[in-house]
């Protein structure tokens, strides 16, 4: 079993910047690749980056060059969030895959001014 938690979220002004956090526990071994989703309300969860064990990186289009995922694939993963818009506005979900796939509880993003 892999438990996955999510910290880091808050309310930024446009242009502003936020890192998340990922932090995977547990049989940790078996994870081969974190994922980050967002959801915005009344919208279906959406894939944001992935990170690779081996360190390859992957963005959906919305985010290329504002959003960067690091870490190592294993306990603890990041994302670094810059030039934030107000349709970034979501609550952020990390994803552990493995075996299964193993899912935190969500940390929320607000940007507002």
């Known amino acids: 079993q892999v438990q996955v938690a999510e910290s880091g979220g808050g309310l930024v002004q446009p242009g502003g910047s936020l890192r998340l956090s990922c932090t995977a526990s547990?049989?940790?071994?078996?994870?081969?690749?974190v994922r980050w989703f967002r959801q915005a309300p009344g919208k279906q969860r959406e894939w944001v980056a992935t990170?690779?064990?081996?360190?390859?990186t992957t963005y959906t289009d919305s985010v290329k060059g504002r959003f960067t995922v690091s870490g190592n694939a294993k306990d603890t993963v990041y994302l670094q969030m810059n030039t934030l818009k107000p349709e970034d506005t979501a609550v952020y979900y990390c994803?552990?895959?493995?075996?299964?796939?193993?899912w935190g509880q969500g940390t929320q993003v607000t940007v507002s001014s």
């Open positions: 994803r552990a895959d493995g075996r299964n796939t193993y």
């Open positions: 547990g049989n940790i071994a078996i994870i081969t690749a």
């Open positions: 990170i690779t064990r081996a360190g390859s």
